[in-house]
Each structure stands twice: as structure tokens, then as C-alpha cells.
């Protein structure tokens, strides 16, 4: 049995990723480079600096740092203003059942998100008080794919991380929870999520997920 359920919240608990991607996307375009959805697999769980820098690399132009903090702080504008007219509607499906029943079972839940906005998508959600702990992100020192972030929440909940699952969307996420020694549940392309322990086209497999947290 697993004590506790660590998800992140981009693409796996909110329909929010694709906002992300269409931000990145304008950025893409307003300075003149290549972007497609595989580059953007590799920006998921990652950071808003490291994302730039990634999608950077496809241009031969040399950008200063406060260039980049205005492209930066320029895709998170399009990004608020994406979020702010999310409701509940936007959670994606199995979510709202599968933290219920893993409640009903005293799972503890925590949020280990890299975004800084999360605290804002949940909240817009109307889930924000379903969870036990929620990590800020602006506190973590090494991103995904280290561990950092899936450890403190463990910590946090006083869980020890081999009896902790987490659920993810993006490859370095599933990375980060594999090194932090926990179970890792992957949320999309089994060809793309290698690393996982188990991967699911989304959360509608409510059962598969409690049947392996309780270990009924
Ligand atoms: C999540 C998303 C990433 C995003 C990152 C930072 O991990 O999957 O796409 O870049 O958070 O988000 P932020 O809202 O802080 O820019
Ligand atoms: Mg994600």
C-alpha cells in the first residue's frame, strides 16, 4: 500500500498544458523560430527560464539576460491572461473521483508543480483545499528532472517517498519522481513516458490507480 498520491498539475489534474503551449507558441512566432509539439514535449515540467532557453536553441541569434527575462515574463503574461477564465470545467477527467476516493482511503495528497502559477490555476479550479500540501514552486532550487520538488512533498507530508506515487505528464517529470524513488504513473504516450511505471491515456482509470495506491 502507498500513503500518499504526489500529482503535478499542468496536463495531469488541469486541462492547461495546451494554454502553455499556445503561449510558447506566440513567443515562437514573435521572435521568428521554429516550434512544434515535439520540441514542446521537452519544455512540459520544466521550468519558464529553461523553457526559453530550450526553445532558444532552435535560433542562432545571441539573447542578452534581459532580453530574456522580457520574452520570459512575456509568455507568462499570455499565460495569466489565458488562466484567468479557467472555472472547474477545465479540470480534466477522472481527477475530481480519483482524489475523492483516495481521500475516502486517507491517501494524502500533495501538488508538486514547477509552475508558478499554480497556487492561482487551483484555486480557479475550486480544488485548491483537496490537497494536503502544495509545493511552491519559487522555493525549489533544482528543477525536473531532479528530485527536489516530489521529495519536499513527501517531506512535507511526512511520507516516506518509496511509500508515495506520483503522476505525471511530461518526460522529466517522470524522471524527477523515478530518482526520488517513488512510483511513477505516467499521463499520456507510453512511446513517449519510457521511464514510467505504468502509463495511462488520463485519469478516467480511477480504479487502476486506487487499486495499486491501496494494494487491493
Ligand atoms: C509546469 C508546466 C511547464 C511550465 C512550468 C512553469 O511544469 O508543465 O510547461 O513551463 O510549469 O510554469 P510557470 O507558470 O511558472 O511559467
Ligand atoms: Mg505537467
Redesign the pocket.
Known sequence: RYEAVIF????VIAD??KF??EA?KKIAEELGIYFDEKI?ES??????M??LEILLKQSEKEYSQEQKNYF?SK??DY??SMIQKITPGDILPGSIELIKILKRYNVKLAVA??????NTVLENLGIKSEFDYIVD?AKIVN??PDPEIFLAAAENLGVEPKKCVGIE??V??IEAIKRAGMFAIGIGDPTILKKADMVLEDLRYTQKIVKLVIGE
Open positions: 503535478d498539475l499542468d496536463g492547461t498544458a502553455h503551449y510558447w514542446n519544455l512540459k515540467g520544466v521550468s519558464r529553461e523553457s520570459a509568455k507568462n499565460f495569466k508543480s514547477a509552475s508558478r502559477n499554480a514552486a528543477v525536473k505528464d511530461s522529466a517529470g
